[in-house]
């Protein structure tokens, strides 16, 4: 069924659209992320302009969050204090993210820096993951309780401000989880996606949170920041389209229960592997894409219509 | 909505009429629709002429500012290095000719009156020689080909009869909105001896055309409209899963 989109203006197949926020919603339901990082391409492919894919997906992300935190919240999930301070960094960072893509956009540079964030970023998390899970898919047998300190102490460790967050048992600089934040809304405003694969990595090694924490805290400032962000996009870009963004929502909620249930019958570092497998094969696409020839060198922006 | 049928309204009044001359023409509609269902649609332009002669339609979507960008592989990876911004091109453009436009005209008169693909001269910001910004025009016109919005295929004017002519001009989904113009040649031995122009608005209307004006004049507005539905959207399903 073909429906106009108002803002993207063009036509999409309704079908597709609901297909791929069912089949992203699956991946997030299962893997516990916002799925942007697969959304965002998947809408360029489809032909939507990159704005409006990337201004649309940060409302999505708002939906997705909401329902993903209410249910960490109701297990008391949910680190108020530092996720307070997260947001502000978060805040501030789709800010000048906001104001960033404008520049690239100015510059022409809007689509490659899109990819070499994807890469960059997807690539070196992606990796890590993979070794992380991969280790532990091995050792699994081999279970060694060793006695480990509940976290390394490091540099950052002394950093000023030092706060005590006593939900996640922390007394740590609260620049740290600020400065996460920052990034978190960086990525936000600039490449669409929720950031979650990028925050929950940084919250445990580089926070040392308590892993059952760090769910349901990263999901709590992520509405945040893509709320900011959506704001911002409609404000300034005018590149939120509703249409689009309610048959993605609509797709993702149902994706969502089935892919929450399907996890409950794998174990967590077969998961972790299967994540950071679709994040590395991700990251290389894009990277193909920025390294080999293309079809054709030019590449024809049309300027919005009035 | 109402800017757009006050548009046609508007040039409706300034179209000059047709007296006394060697060619009537008019469109069977005046306003392209684009509702949420939108899947392109089909105009009829019909006519007559006094005489003998060859007919020339050519339809031009709204002008437009268009940068094309040349991707060169710098350290190993493809980056945007050069730009050329054209200042006028049409968002749609179609000819459709009662015989091959090659035997109606020579090349000087089709580049006279923007007649082919072939023809076609945009105007670019920086005024750079042709032979520079050749193959930019050439990538511009071949991304439009493929988007539809520069038919290849030579669409026919036909006579029905002596006098009568008809022609079918096919708008894609993806047309752009805004006004148009129809121009209508009629050609006598490889000159122009009459034309008409005809005004043709290309508008969302209902739905879509409520959410985009509604994003464009209450951007904040909109934006927290679109966040309460989201957050609503996120609470129902939460409720939805946990009773599931």
């Given at each position: 069924?073909?429906?106009?989109?108002?803002?993207?203006?063009?036509?999409?197949?309704?079908?597709?659209?609901?297909?791929?926020?069912?089949?992203?919603?699956?991946?997030?339901?299962l893997f516990g992320v916002g799925?942007?990082?697969?959304?965002?391409?998947?809408?360029?492919?489809?032909?939507?302009?990159?704005?409006?894919?990337?201004?649309?997906?940060?409302?999505?992300?708002?939906?997705?969050?909401?329902?993903?935190?209410?249910?960490?919240?109701?297990?008391?999930?949910?680190?108020?204090?530092?996720?307070?301070?997260?947001?502000?960094?978060g805040a501030l960072g789709s800010v000048v993210g906001v104001e960033l893509f404008a520049l690239l956009k100015r510059l022409g540079q809007i689509d490659v820096a899109i990819s070499?964030?994807?890469?960059?970023?997807?690539?070196?998390v992606g990796a890590l993951m993979l070794i992380e899970s991969g280790r532990a898919l091995l050792q699994r047998r081999a279970t060694r309780p060793v006695?480990?300190?509940?976290?390394?102490?490091?540099?950052?460790?002394?950093?000023?401000?030092?706060?005590?967050f006593p939900r996640s048992r922390l007394y740590i600089s609260a620049l740290l989880p600020a400065m996460i934040g920052f990034i978190g809304g960086l990525l936000v405003a600039i490449m669409g996606i929720g950031g979650g694969f990028l925050l929950v990595p940084a919250m445990i090694y580089l926070l040392g949170m308590p892993a059952t924490l760090v769910a349901g805290t990263s999901l709590f400032q992520i509405i945040a920041t893509t709320a900011i962000a959506t704001f911002l996009h409609a404000v300034t870009n005018h590149t939120v389209d509703v249409v689009l963004g309610a048959l993605l929502i609509a797709g993702g909620v149902?994706?969502?229960?089935?892919?929450?249930?399907?996890?409950?019958?794998?174990?967590?570092?077969?998961?972790?592997?299967?994540?950071?497998?679709?994040?590395?094969?991700?990251?290389?696409?894009?990277?193909?894409?920025?390294?080999?020839?293309?079809?054709?060198?030019y590449v024809v922006q049309t300027a919005p219509s009035p | 909505m109402t800017r757009a049928l006050l548009a046609v309204a508007i040039l409706l009044v300034a179209t000059p009429s047709a007296r006394a001359q060697q060619l009537v023409a008019d469109l069977s509609s005046h306003l392209v629709a684009i509702t949420t269902g939108f899947t392109g649609a089909d105009l009829v332009l019909f006519g007559a002429i006094e005489g003998p002669g060859d007919l020339v339609v050519v339809v031009r979507g709204p002008p437009a500012e268009v940068v094309i960008r040349r991707k060169e592989r710098t350290v190993g990876l493809w980056l945007n290095r050069s730009a050329v911004t054209f200042k006028d091109v049409p968002g749609f453009y179609e000819v459709a000719t009662s015989k091959p436009l090659a035997e109606i005209a020579s090349g000087e008169t089709r580049a006279r009156y923007g007649l082919g693909v072939d023809v076609l001269r945009f105007e670019n910001a920086k005024k750079r020689e042709d032979l520079f910004v050749a193959p930019y025009r050439a990538a511009l016109i071949r991304a439009r080909q493929q988007a539809g919005l520069f038919p290849i295929d030579e669409r026919q004017t036909q006579f029905l009869g002596p006098r009568l002519f008809r022609t079918t001009i096919a708008f894609p989904a993806n047309v752009p909105t805004g006004l148009y113009q129809v121009e209508v040649l009629l050609f006598n031995k490889g000159v122009v001896v009459s034309a008409q122009s005809t005004p043709l608005v290309v508008s969302r209307v209902g739905f879509s055309a409520e959410i985009f004006s509604f994003s464009q004049q209450h951007a904040a507005t909109y934006a927290a409209c679109a966040l309460a539905l989201a957050v609503a959207a996120g609470w129902a399903a939460a409720a939805v899963?946990?009773?599931?």
């Open positions: 069924m073909q429906i106009y989109l108002p803002i993207a203006e063009m036509p999409v197949d309704a079908l597709v659209i609901l297909l791929l926020g069912t089949g992203v919603g699956f991946l997030s339901g799925g942007g990082f697969l959304m965002t391409p998947f809408l360029i492919f489809l032909g939507i302009p990159p704005a409006v894919a990337v201004g649309t997906q940060a409302n999505q992300l708002v939906a997705a969050s909401v329902s993903g935190v209410l249910a960490h919240w109701r297990r008391g999930n949910v680190d108020v204090k530092l996720g307070i301070v997260m947001l502000i960094g070499l964030a994807y890469v960059f970023f997807l690539g070196t006695r480990r300190k509940l976290h390394m102490h490091t540099f950052l460790h002394r950093l000023p401000l030092k706060t005590r149902i994706g969502a229960q089935f892919g929450t249930r399907l996890s409950g019958l794998l174990r967590g570092e077969q998961i972790r592997a299967l994540l950071a497998l679709l994040v590395v094969l991700v990251a290389v696409k894009l990277g193909l894409d920025l390294v080999l020839t293309p079809d054709t060198p | 899963f946990r009773k599931a």
